[in-house]
């Protein structure tokens, strides 16, 4: 019986909030992270083109084959002799509203990085938080 009593006090005081105006005020703006990959206007596509040159420069410092640059396309040459670095496929965003697209590929049986922890060290490079190729992991995102 107790617990009818009880059950019924608590439809009872939802109901009453049912009742109540709902709440208004100026909407919530839930902050969403940006994909470091995406540029929305031209100068952050052209700042960005300019850390990804930067990184393909870092990335051919540490030991890594250089790239060959075909319009927006940055790459690693299938004739590059075998190394323990993946090899590179960069596309350059267009212009505003565009992305620049990362792909990578081990070539060796083993090499110093893995794809995505090369990706992750490339979005560290586009958001201006550039960590070292030595490190596996970079603290990012």
Same mark, same amino acid.
């Given at each position: ?5 009880? /059950?019924? %006090?608590?439809?009872?005081? /939802?109901?009453?909030?049912?009742? #109540? ?6 909407? +919530?703006?839930?902050? +969403?992270?940006?994909d470091p990959q995406?540029?929305? $206007?031209?100068?952050?596509? @052209?700042?960005? @083109?300019?850390? $990804? /040159?930067? *990184? +393909? ?8 084959p250089l790239v #060959?640059?075909? %319009?927006r396309l940055l ?6 002799? %075998? ?18 697209? *990362?792909? %990578? ?11 995505? #922890? ?15 190729? @030595? ?7």
């Amino acid at each position: 019986m107790k617990r009818l009593i009880g /059950l019924f %006090g608590v439809l009872a005081a /939802l109901a009453g909030c049912a009742h #109540q105006p709902p709440v208004s005020g100026p909407p +919530v703006n839930v902050a +969403v992270a940006s994909d470091p990959q995406q540029c929305a $206007t031209r100068v952050e596509c @052209t700042t960005k @083109t300019a850390r $990804t /040159l930067l *990184f +393909v420069y870092d990335y051919a410092a540490a030991g890594a084959p250089l790239v #060959q640059r075909e %319009g927006r396309l940055l790459f690693t040459p299938a004739d590059t002799p %075998g190394s323990d670095w993946p090899a590179l496929y960069l596309r350059l965003a267009e212009a505003e509203h565009s992305a620049f697209a *990362f792909n %990578g590929q081990c070539r060796a049986q083993a090499c110093r990085l893995t794809v995505e #922890q090369l990706l992750q060290i490339y979005r560290s490079y586009l958001a201006d938080q550039p960590c070292a190729f @030595t490190a596996a992991l970079c603290r990012f995102e």
